[in-house]
């Protein structure tokens, strides 16, 4: 028996509901696809009329249906095309309207995204669509907002102990632009003077990898690590394969050695609004090899502090690819730090940094001796010229260096280390910031002085109060916890005054950034004091 087209599209809507409540997207945008092809060829036969009116919004529905899926399977570029397809059907489509106002959204394209809930709210909508054109142009005007200003406030979620969803940020990049390095490569340098704290990128992952692994040493441990790392490879080639975007942003990134110069990119390709012409490839089809050589290469983990403060478990492990910040190179005497908030990453400023200062991180651990850099850097296959590696490396007391080292290691001496290195300073006129660097790699046995009330007291004026170092050691590496948890517990004993409390405040924001009120920055101290007593 011949079946009419209206049973046949009724059958696969049935069918489509089915996958829709299973939520089987890949399935439900393939049977949609057959869904649309049927109606383009039955209208192409309608020609003009009521069935071809009919066959016109039937197509509309699903064009939106199939948007909707897409995004929810996160192709993005696919939902927005099918959205732009039904509204040209049918301008006032108001769930294609929605739902392309959601990927532009989620595409950091505020502007583009208003425009569209303006179009949605001429439409006059009702009920339950009402409340989503109102609740969507809220967050559409609060994240156009943030991305203007670099104004961010996660004082809420801070205070209220993590436990709610993290904070809608808005893609950002502040007062800094891409220049050659004097490492030979490329780097991200600030355009102004910024102070300590402030944002200087905030960025989506492109793709985030998460998981928790079983304790060193379990047979499991590597091949949990490789399926890990499997999945995150697969959807990092997804979404390239789906956006010629991302694909194209991927390519500005380095592969490694053996590519020669690589080019300069201008700042405002790595911003949303870019014009989409700038974006358009040779093949579609990524290299598959180009892109593990940049996994390899620009891959940041979340840092310890970013996972402990979401409650995460001791073995849990972060990986992400965050493009702009992949520009961002190594120093030992580092001037930004990253926190992360979900898929997002906020880059700022942990210490002072002046206009065309090259923005750096720490890639590992700087509050340790210059050996132990060097082994740590050698890992990452380079070697630090950082101003304070030359400086370390240069100074005629390098062995009286390297036997307080041996004594630090051994953990018997502590106090005894930070004596002799500032009875050394003042012998070997060391001056200025380089004592900060000094007692940056001696930090352990600082810290060590500093935790005991009884070493402190020994030590007495032969080492500098608490706030002075911490001052010194910040103003060298930038904001740290470990720097920070040390004038925490002077002013929780009791020992400290407004001037330092203030001091305390000014390293906090060094340390996580200018996102948060007094209040949220305290709670945040509390937590730190926690984390690393632990």
């Known amino acids: 028996m011949k079946v009419s087209i209206e049973e046949h599209l009724q059958q696969l809507r049935s069918r489509a509901t089915e996958l829709l409540l299973r939520e089987d997207w890949n399935e439900y945008i393939n049977l949609y696809s057959r869904f649309i092809s049927l109606c383009r060829s039955h209208l192409l036969a309608a020609g003009s009329g009521a069935a071809s009116d009919s066959l016109h919004k039937t197509l509309c529905l699903a064009l939106s249906n199939r948007a909707e899926a897409r995004f929810r399977s996160r192709d993005l570029p696919g939902a927005l095309e099918d959205c732009d397809d039904a509204l040209d059907l049918d301008p006032a489509h108001l769930k294609s309207l929605l739902c392309k106002a959601k990927v532009l959204l989620d595409l950091d394209r505020y502007s583009s995204a208003s425009e569209c809930l303006k179009l949605a709210l001429a439409s006059q909508p009702s009920g339950g669509a009402a409340d989503v054109v109102r609740g969507l142009s809220y967050r559409c005007r609060k994240l156009e907002a943030q991305s203007r200003t670099g104004s961010f406030d996660l004082s809420d979620w801070i205070l209220n102990g993590f436990s709610e969803k993290c ?36 960025t989506r992952a492109v793709v985030v990898g998460r998981g928790i692994l079983p304790e060193s040493g379990d047979r499991h441990g590597e091949s949990a690590r490789m399926v890990m790392w499997k999945d995150f490879v697969d959807k990092i080639l997804d979404v390239a394969e789906k956006c010629s975007r991302t694909l194209c942003l991927i390519y500005q990134l380095s592969a490694g050695t053996g590519q020669g110069e690589l080019d300069v990119p201008d700042i405002d390709l790595f911003k949303p609004e870019a014009a989409e012409e700038l974006f358009v490839l040779k093949s579609k089809k990524p290299d598959v090899g180009r892109i593990l050589k940049v996994l390899d290469v620009n891959c940041l983990r979340e840092e310890g502090f970013s996972a402990g403060i979401h409650g995460k478990h001791s073995n849990y492990i972060g990986v992400g690819l965050w493009i702009l910040p992949s520009f961002v190179n190594h120093s030992c005497s580092p001037n930004a ?183 949220a920055m305290k709670a945040l101290c509390e937590v730190a004091l926690v984390h690393y007593a632990n």
């Open 167 to 202: 904070p809608d940020l808005a893609e950002y990049i502040g007062p800094v632009e891409i220049r050659r390095s004097t490492n030979g490569g490329r780097g991200l340098f600030a355009t102004k003077n910024v102070e300590a704290g402030t944002p200087l990128v905030v």
């Open 337 to 519: 730090r990253r926190l992360h908030v979900g898929d997002r990453v906020v880059v700022h400023a942990s210490r002072d940094v002046k206009a065309g200062e090259e923005i750096t991180f720490a890639y590992f651990d700087v509050l340790l001796p210059l050996d132990d850099r060097r082994a740590m850097a050698k890992g990452w296959g380079f070697e630090c010229s950082c101003e304070r590696c030359r400086l370390e490396e240069s100074v005629g007391f390098r062995q009286e260096m390297r036997e307080l080292e041996m004594v630090m290691k051994s953990g018997t001496d502590l106090d005894g280390v930070a004596v002799r290195l500032e009875e050394g300073m003042s012998r070997w006129t060391v001056k200025g910031k380089a004592k900060g660097f000094l007692r940056a790699s001696f930090w352990p046995a600082y810290s060590g002085v500093y935790e005991s009330e009884r070493l402190t007291r020994r030590c007495g004026r032969r080492i500098p109060a608490v706030s002075m170092a911490v001052q010194s050691v910040s103003e060298a590496v930038g904001g740290d916890e470990r720097i920070l948890r040390a004038l925490l517990r002077r002013l929780k004993r009791g020992g400290g005054d407004a001037m330092e409390m203030d001091k305390a405040m000014r390293l906090g924001r060094g340390t996580y950034g200018k996102i948060m009120k007094k209040a």
